[in-house]
């Protein structure tokens, strides 16, 4: 898919990581009526999944305790 859109645009990638605990709490204090509810083994081994594509990105983004504005200021800088 992104090979696809590499044709008829400039593409940025930008990848956002944070450490599996980090991850597993804020999977868990999402709303269950709006989300999938998952155990933490099904978080740890989508996160391991993922981790292990290796995807190539522009950027990453450490992700373990920046707020919102910060995290934005980042993508602003990233993307200009």
Excluded at 32 to 52: G, M, Y
Excluded at 70 to 78: S, T
């Amino acid at each position: 898919m992104i090979q696809h859109l590499h044709q008829d645009f400039q593409v940025t990638t930008i990848g956002v990581f944070a450490s599996s605990p980090v991850c597993l709490a804020r999977v868990q204090s999402r709303d269950q009526q709006a989300h999938i509810n998952f155990s933490a083994d099904q978080v740890l081994i989508i996160n391991e999944k993922v981790r292990a594509r290796n995807y190539k990105t522009n950027f990453n983004i450490n992700n373990e305790n920046k707020s919102e504005i910060e995290i934005l200021n980042e993508i602003r800088a990233m993307v200009g």
